[in-house]
């Protein structure tokens, strides 16, 4: 006769050792972290991906290890030179941060500033540099060794505009079949170019032969 209870005991000792309840549902052990979790009533974590503060970006208040600063004041005045300690007492004191902005001075230089603002202030610095950086291209003013005075002239036109940009400008005259023979002969062209811009450019290449061309570099005058 089949004994029941022995079935129902041997179910019951696979489901428990494998995790899986009769219903399909699979179950994982709570680990000690999980306990802890559960019981503060917190999300879980698996990857401990707590939100870390990063580390500023230069050394501030306890991180500045120099025995002594150079100090400016919040409001931009010169405080001298005095212990770090003393400094950050009175960064502290104004409920500021003591930054250190020039590392290799003599002794170092430090300001006392809310950190967020001076992250802000430098932020906004680089932002207005690269705005007034300019970046040098070279354009080409191409012309064929037949051109008339009217379209020099438009051609020049162009050169200026370039160059008062800050641009570098390469003057080429192109040559075809039976002008290659009187290449020498038009370099003049090149050279009356350059002096109808000489108020503003100066030639930094000499007119060079090129395969089918002949060309001459021109840049801002300073």
């Known amino acids: 006769m089949r004994n029941d209870d022995s079935g129902d005991l041997l179910l019951s000792s696979f489901f428990e050792n494998s995790g899986i309840f009769p219903g399909g549902c699979r179950t994982e052990p709570f680990t000690s972290d999980r306990q802890a979790v559960l019981r503060e009533g917190k999300p879980i974590n698996n990857n401990n991906n707590r939100r870390q503060q990063r580390r500023p970006e230069v050394p501030i208040n306890e991180q500045i290890r120099d025995k002594e600063v150079r100090v ?13 300690e003393d400094a950050r007492k009175m960064a502290r004191d104004a409920e500021l941060d003591l930054v250190l902005i020039a590392q290799t001075a003599q002794p170092p230089v430090c300001r006392i500033i809310d950190y967020g603002k001076f992250k802000y202030e430098r932020l906004r610095k680089e932002k207005e540099a690269k705005k007034k950086q300019h970046v040098v291209e070279i354009k080409e003013i191409r012309m064929s060794p ?3 005075q009217n379209d020099l002239n438009t051609k020049i036109g162009s050169a200026r505009k370039f160059l008062e940009r800050g641009d570098r400008v390469k003057v080429t005259l ?7 023979a009187h290449m020498s002969e038009s370099a003049h062209i090149l050279t009356d170019f350059a002096n109808a811009l000489v108020d503003i450019a100066v030639v930094d290449k000499a007119p060079k032969v090129e395969g089918r061309s002949m060309s001459l570099f021109l840049v801002q005058k300073k």
Do not use: C, K
């Not at 010169?78 to 212990?83: A, E, I, Y």
């Not at 192109?174 to 290659?180: A, L, S, V």
């Open 174 to 180: 192109r040559f075809r079949g039976r002008e290659m």
């Open 146 to 148: 037949n051109i008339d």
């Open 72 to 84: 400016i004041g919040a409001d931009g005045e010169q405080l001298g030179v005095m212990p770090t």
